[in-house]
């Protein structure tokens, strides 16, 4: 039998109580960015490090404003956001040589949201053969890089 390593999912599992209420929203009030893994803050929007990513170096935008779909998002967040988007493809194409991206949102449960009560953006970098066997097959994301590793590479980042 063959074993994938991931101290890192362990530690979540085992980490005893979960926040109650919107995950995003206890992110943000915490002001503890590198356990948190938010790489930066704008006025109205977040950038952080999904804990659960599809491959290394995955990001969400996410706004301050708890609201589950773009209609009920104010203006102001919604353009910071697309704009942080397009920061966020440029410094994840120079940090990691990734040739295409997957971007967008899912909105709803049933459109594949893990968080459906927090609007949020996705940012995934792409590579040639990244999903190979092991997703298709397997039902496995092999992940080359580890979250502290990510987290220091894009925190370092001129988010500005």
């Not at 979960?18 to 790489?39: E, N, S, W, Y």
């Not at 967040?77 to 997957?102: D, K, V, W």
Request: hydrophobic content about 40%.
């Amino acid at each position: 039998m063959d074993h994938l390593w991931s101290p890192w999912r362990y530690r979540y599992v085992t980490a005893g109580e979960k926040p109650q209420g919107c995950i995003f929203c206890a992110m943000a009030a915490r002001h503890d960015d590198a356990t948190q893994l938010i790489v930066y803050r704008a006025r109205h929007n977040f950038v952080v490090l999904n804990r659960y990513p599809y491959t290394g170096g995955h990001v969400m935008v996410v706004p301050y404003t708890h609201s589950a779909s773009l209609a009920l998002t104010p203006p102001e967040s919604l353009t910071e956001l697309i704009l942080l988007a397009q920061r966020a493809e440029t410094l994840l194409h120079q940090a990691y040589r990734c040739p295409g991206m997957n971007m967008g949102f899912n909105l709803g449960e049933c459109a594949g949201a893990g968080v459906a009560q927090h609007l949020h953006f996705h940012v995934v970098p792409r590579w040639p053969g990244d999903a190979n066997f092991m997703t298709a097959v397997g039902e496995t994301r092999v992940i080359p890089e580890d979250l502290a590793e990510s987290y220091r590479k894009l925190s370092a980042l001129d988010w500005h």
